[in-house]
């Protein structure tokens, strides 16, 4: 019955299968972050322990960003102090929207990749991250070339709500 709505859709030639696709699991920056209140350490390391458990690869584990805005994310150091004895089977990476926090990654010794983003549009940008999206252009290429300098891979996205 419903072959009759079936809609056949071209193949554009420029499209190729992708041979891998990678998940960034972001749950314990991005989902925690909007907890009412903070989430013990220890439960946090625990969350993190078990994603890599569960086979997960890549995991942003936090952020460096300022206490007063984000209080959940206030221990990141103390987080990836606590995750340091992973055996290297995860890539971890975090979120670090300016200079302070790709310099607070650096320092944890454990980050293997920094997150930026940019907002979809003004807006939100003003909401989130109180700047124009011009702005954060600026700020999140300054924290990607250093991250890159140090060596880390770099990862952006764009947030919007």
Excluded: H
Excluded at 35 to 59: C, D, M, N, W, Y
Excluded at 98 to 111: D, F, I, P, T
Excluded at 112 to 129: C, P, Q, T, W
Aim: aromatic content about 4%; glycine content about 10%; proline content about 6%.
């Amino acid at each position: 019955m419903l072959s009759r709505f079936a809609v056949k859709v071209p193949v554009l030639p420029s499209l190729r299968p992708l041979s891998t696709v990678s998940i960034v699991e972001v749950g314990p920056r991005d989902g925690l972050q909007n907890e009412p209140r903070p989430v013990p350490l220890q439960t946090k390391l625990s969350f993190i322990e078990g994603l890599a458990e569960a086979g997960l690869r890549r995991v942003e584990a936090t952020a460096f960003v300022s206490p007063k805005w984000v209080p959940q994310m206030s221990d990141s150091r103390e987080v990836m102090d606590g995750i340091r004895g992973m055996d290297g089977s995860v890539e971890v990476s975090v979120l670090a929207p300016n200079a302070k926090g790709l310099e607070g990654a650096l320092e944890s010794g454990r980050v293997d990749a920094v997150a930026v983003f940019g907002a979809a549009s003004e807006a939100f940008s003003r909401k989130n991250i109180n700047c124009s999206i011009e702005e954060s252009v600026g700020r999140f290429s300054a924290v990607a070339r250093g991250a890159l300098e140090a060596g880390l891979k770099v990862r952006g996205y764009v947030s919007c709500v």
